[in-house]
């Protein structure tokens, strides 16, 4: 019996009862909830892709059209050169009003992955000098990161990009700390080999 047929039919009762078929709840249950968390993971991934798309438009819209200059105010011109400098930028930013710019113009760099993203981030924010001298969880030497104002500003600004964990973020930022003071051996290297 279609369910057409049974929704009109005007005594249904003994059809469904000849219709009925026993089936164990438990199975019914189980399948349901491997289909659902089968569903959840499908669209889990058909979001990561929908938001990757959407700024991957908004980047070629950007180069197609042209991006509206609009001179930074928050982020500075040049990296932070000291630590009093990103001292005296942590007080700067835990004004809410200036917080919410400096992630906006954090956001408007053209970086397509979220690794390039972070590492261009922190780049623009302050020198391998001033970046050697912090770690991510800090130590008697070196400053702790992990719970910085500018830390939750480029955080922010990655979960809004990418929509990703916290972990990706975490790893690439503790990777860049690490190999501050490679990068500026690197360089020190190239200005004498260049002498």
């Known amino acids: 019996m279609s369910y057409q047929e049974l929704f009109f039919a005007d005594d ?4 469904i009862e000849e219709a009925q078929v026993p089936v164990a709840n438990s199975t019914l249950n189980t399948d349901a909830s491997n289909d659902l968390k089968a569903i959840k993971a499908m669209l889990g991934r058909l979001t990561s892709g929908v938001v990757s798309l959407t700024t991957e438009v908004a980047s070629i819209k950007a180069k197609v059209y042209g991006e509206a200059f609009k001179p930074k105010e928050v982020v500075p011109m040049e990296p932070l050169k000291t630590l009093e400098e ?7 930013i835990k004004d809410e ?3 919410k710019s400096f992630v906006i113009e954090l956001q408007s760099s053209g970086e397509k992955t979220f690794d390039k993203f972070i590492r261009s981030s922190w780049r623009l924010m302050i020198s391998d000098d001033v970046a050697r001298q912090c770690s ?7 400053k702790c990161v992990r719970g910085m104002k500018i830390t939750l ?7 809004q990009k990418f929509a990703l964990e916290d972990a990706d973020f975490d790893r690439t930022t503790q990777k860049y700390f690490q190999y501050a003071q490679d990068r500026l051996s690197r360089s020190a290297k190239k200005m004498k080999s260049s002498s």
């Open 97 to 99: 009003k200036v917080f």
């Open 12 to 15: 249904i009762s003994s059809d």
């Open 136 to 142: 991510w969880r800090g130590t008697e030497a070196k």
């Open 86 to 92: 990103l001292t005296s930028f942590e007080e700067r």
């Open 153 to 159: 500003g480029i955080r922010t600004a990655f979960k």
